[in-house]
């Protein structure tokens, strides 16, 4: 490819003949080769521009003065070495440069932007523009690969900016790739780009990236209708301003200087207010250059701008009854200094003032009113204008009144200037999302909360938070009284306090940095008993377990508790167990509190977890349990086991997971005796005909089976399998003579009421035998007498 592009640009013939022309001209009168640098000077340039047409740098500042050398001392062997490196080199950086994709198209709503038509340069690098109407916008992502490769698909790689709904997907065998994504906070997110990757086709190289920058734009306008244009000097009026957007205008607490009308914006309640200060009189124009936060295209969308178009407005500036005097500082500080030693102040000459004199300054016109500061004049300045100590010893707001320079009571002149107190936090609240003003100021790493800051002059204040963002908001508030802020913990963050400064020096007020402390389900908890680890949060009900429970081990998944969108931080744990034996008697009884599970170092902040407190390897109940072993529990025992957080540990409810396993078994042996009465009995190869009865009660010791049902705890099926023997006619209540007393080996099967809770049962019997004293086979059936003690 490199080869052809040299030959398309006419480097590679340009280089022979310059080479040829420079050799025949560096020949003597005798036909020898004599070097001359003049004569491969074109040799050069040509060699130049080729390493700089293929690419690589290293290839134009190694290679190329390699060849020189070569070509200068006549190794022309060697100068096709040199060029042949060259060409690899400049293949190399080809390759390498390949973009991964061919064409980029992002839709939202009804429009559709492509990267091949629609982008622009910001800072000198492409951005692909789009325009949105909500912070949250939905779009379409197709993307156009550079090759089709369908064994090594392109892959998005996932964003704090945005949300993937759906998954990027190769649409006809990977023509071309379809996405599904929801952006995030529009309006204040920066640097917004799309990344792909591909696996490299080389087993044991990188994969290959690219990366798109985006650009959202929206379109912000903004108004000014003021109903009343008359204004005073000295005076300031505040107008309300009108924006489809108002948080994409950007805020100035900074008074304008210089202007026939000073001017500044901020924001009350969610409404744009501009501030106007008049400083000539007459009629004049006041020109308003706003800024947005977001920018926009103009120039056929060719070019980005922050500014938006002037706003031009005539006002009618007109004298106060006596003359204004203005002043070089708008904003005095009430403090010892300024109360004992004054401020100095640059005032407007007043023509009748006398040097070395103090001046009383005061709320009203009229006489009595309330000291509000003292002006001692010191000295005339060039510029007609008096060099003064001001010393303030009340509060003032321009909104509020005037202030009259009286002498003698007698009110010479007016000025205006705000007095406020020296800016002081007293009470920092935060607001969690979802939750109330609280003075508790614990924040979490990669939270967003509200911070109100009270006390006084707080809307001079120029507070900023130690390495945290702040984000515009609608709901800012911003008073002399308190002010709110939107701030964004980063969740990288390795402070245990933001500080909060004022223009630079702290201000004593901080946020303490708490590790995130919430309930997580209980998924990472792990349990096993004689099978692999299962979640104790699947196992829901009694768990029948027909085996020998050797142990039952906790396991913890510290991997499970933190995500990339979801931060709970250590889990604090309490196990609750008893054991109970088959009649649900209490066998033993422990607790086990203080059980403390810390993510791993797969999450952010894996590493600020990590104390001596954290949970190291698995519990195994039978180091918990004193009396009796998980092994030497009988049949249908039950091992209660209560998961639960430790809800002293949170300010929200925990999660409860109980584990109940019984101690199955399908088969119960034992001896039983029981009383047989009225058996009918069938003799094989007798002489008697027909059936047998017996008038008397007889006895019989078996070896009996008994069969659980599989689907209830501790319940036995109605039936029964044995072996044993039977002695017939045991209690002889017969006067018969002929009845008489017999002993057999019997294998029966005994039908039982299902009843539990009844103390006389009557079974059947069903079986057959042999009996010992006759040599005879024989069949029988009969009832019986049970007695359940």
């Known amino acids: 490819m490199v080869l052809v592009r040299l030959q398309k640009a006419g480097l590679i013939q340009r280089y022979n003949l310059a080479y040829t022309a420079a ?177 490299s086709d080389s087993v044991g190289h990188p994969a290959l990236t690219q990366t798109v920058n985006l650009l959202p734009v929206t379109r912000t306008t903004l108004e000014f209708k003021p109903t009343d244009t008359e204004l005073f000097i000295g005076e300031e009026k505040v107008f309300t301003l009108t924006s489809n957007y108002p948080k994409n205008i950007r805020l100035s607490s900074e008074w304008t200087k210089g202007q026939d009308i000073d001017y500044r914006l901020d924001q009350e309640n969610g409404a744009l207010r501009l501030h106007v200060l008049p400083n000539a009189l007459g009629t004049r124009l006041l020109t308003m250059r706003a800024q947005t936060e977001r920018a926009f295209l103009i120039d056929n969308n060719r070019r980005v701008s922050f500014a938006l178009p002037p706003i031009r407005q005539e006002f009618t500036v007109k004298a106060s009854r006596l003359r204004f005097l203005s002043v070089d500082k708008k904003e005095i500080t009430l403090d010892d200094a300024s109360r004992r030693k004054g401020v100095e102040l640059i005032l407007d000459n007043g023509r009748t003032f006398d040097l070395k004199k103090t001046y009383r300054i005061e709320d009203q016109e009229e006489a009595g009113g309330g000291l509000v500061a003292e002006l001692f004049t010191r000295q005339y300045l060039t510029n007609d204008r008096v060099l003064c100590w001001l010393r303030v010893y009340n509060t003032h707001r321009q909104t509020d009144s005037y202030l009259y320079i009286k002498e003698n009571d007698q009110a010479k002149y007016i000025t205006n200037f705000n007095i406020s107190p020296k800016i002081s936090i007293n009470t920092v609240s935060v607001r969690h999302r979802g939750g109330d003003w609280s003075t508790n100021t614990n924040v979490n790493p990669g939270e967003t909360v509200d911070v109100r800051l009270e006390g006084e002059s707080l809307s001079r204040g120029r507070f900023h938070f130690e390495d945290v963002r702040i984000i515009p908001s609608d709901s800012s508030i911003r008073t002399d009284a308190s002010v709110v802020y939107r701030v964004q913990v980063p969740i990288t963050i390795d402070k245990k306090r933001i500080t909060i400064f004022n223009a630079g020096q702290p201000t004593g007020q901080s946020l303490p940095v708490r590790e995130f402390q919430r309930p997580h389900p209980l998924d990472f908890v792990a349990v096993t008993f004689g099978e692999a680890p299962r979640p104790v949060t699947r196992l829901n009900g009694p768990v029948l377990y027909d085996k020998t429970i050797r142990d039952v ?237």
């Not at 070097?35 to 080729?50: D, E, I, Y």
């Not at 002993?743 to 042999?770: E, H, N, W």
Request: charged content about 20%.
């Open 553 to 789: 081990v906790f396991s913890f998944n510290a991997g499970a508790i933190d995500s990339e969108q979801q931060l709970y931080g250590k889990q604090y744990l309490t196990f609750d167990i008893r054991t109970q034996n088959a009649k649900g008697e209490l066998i033993e009884m422990r607790t086990v509190d203080n059980i403390v599970v810390c993510p791993d170092g797969n999450s952010v902040r894996g590493a600020f977890y990590q104390d001596k407190q954290c949970q190291v390897g698995n519990i195994s109940l039978n180091n918990l349990l004193g009396y009796r072993k998980t092994y030497d529990l009988d049949d249908w025992s039950k091992i209660l086991i209560t998961v639960r957080h430790t809800q002293a540990q949170y300010q929200e409810p925990g999660f409860t997971q109980q584990l109940e396993l019984v101690l199955q078994r399908r088969v119960k042996f034992d001896i039983d005796i029981s009383f047989p009465a009225g058996l009918l009995t069938k003799q094989i190869n007798s002489d008697v005909k027909g059936y047998n009865s017996f008038n008397g009660i007889s006895l019989a010791t078996l070896a009996q089976f008994s069969f659980y049902n599989p689907n209830k705890i501790n319940k036995l099926r109605p039936y029964k399998v044995g072996a044993g023997f039977v002695a017939f006619n045991a209690f002889n209540l017969s006067q018969d003579a002929s009845v008489s007393r017999e002993l057999g080996i019997v294998v029966l099967g005994s039908v039982y009421p299902t009843r539990s809770d009844a103390k006389f049962t009557f079974p059947l019997y069903l079986g057959g035998g042999f009996l010992l004293n006759k040599q005879k086979m024989f069949f029988m059936l009969g009832p019986g007498i049970g007695i359940r003690l």
């Open 23 to 199: 050799a025949e001209s560096s020949k003597d009168r005798t036909g020898k080769y004599k070097p001359s640098r003049k004569n491969h000077t074109q040799v050069f340039g040509w060699l130049c521009q080729g390493c700089t047409f293929a690419g690589p740098s290293w290839g134009s500042e190694v290679l190329f003065p390699l060849f020189a050398v070569l070509h200068l001392f006549r190794f022309r062997s060697l100068c096709a070495l040199a060029t042949s490196l060259l060409l690899l080199c400049a293949f190399t950086a080809t390759a390498q440069n390949t973009p991964l994709i061919r064409d980029l198209s992002l839709r939202t709503d009804t429009m559709r932007y492509q990267l091949s038509r629609n982008t622009v340069l910001v800072q000198n690098e492409p951005n692909l523009y789009f325009y949105y109407r909500q912070d949250d916008e939905t779009a379409e992502l197709l993307v156009y690969p550079q090759q089709v490769k369908p064994n090594a698909p392109l892959r998005l790689v996932r964003s704090a900016d945005f949300s993937l709904l759906d998954s990027l997907t190769a649409i006809e065998g990977g023509q071309y790739y379809r996405a599904k994504l929801r952006f995030k906070d529009l309006g204040a997110t920066r640097y917004l780009r799309l990344t792909f990757r591909q696996p």
